[in-house]
């Protein structure tokens, strides 16, 4: 399970910070990170955390946004500064577990986050 936290409204500029923590079958995950999907557009990845360490931003995000992952808590944080109203979606956590028949995807519950004035 990905329990997910954070989001909220914000004014352009500001900043906001999700957090994600997984629990259950989580030894074999590889990989921890954050998608978002606006209105109308798909899903898209924002940023990615491996498990030893490797990180990967969207472009439209790169030097804004933060990636921190805790392998020892299983947790993952997006930390997201000069927030800018197109970065308006939802966001979902996900962990990507390697088993026996292949990669597996686990999402957790989306949560908001809207940057206006």
């Known amino acids: 399970q990905l329990q997910a936290s954070g989001g909220g409204l914000v004014q352009p500029g500001g900043s906001l910070r999700l957090s994600c923590a997984a629990s259950?079958?989580?030894?074999?995950?590889?990989?921890m990170g954050w998608y978002r999907q606006a209105p109308g557009k798909q899903r898209e990845l924002v940023a990615a955390?491996?498990?030893?360490?490797?990180?990967g931003y969207a472009d439209s995000v790169k030097g804004r946004f933060t990636i921190s992952r805790d392998n020892t808590k299983n947790t993952v944080d997006l930390q997201m500064n000069s927030l800018k109203p197109e970065d308006t979606a939802v966001y979902y956590c996900?962990?990507?577990?390697?088993?026996?028949?292949?990669?597996?995807?686990?999402w957790g519950h989306g949560t908001l986050v809207t940057v206006s004035s």
């Open positions: 259950g079958n989580i030894f074999s995950i590889i990989a």
């Open positions: 996900n962990a990507r577990r390697a088993t026996a028949t292949g990669l597996v995807d686990l």
């Open positions: 955390s491996t498990r030893d360490g490797s990180t």
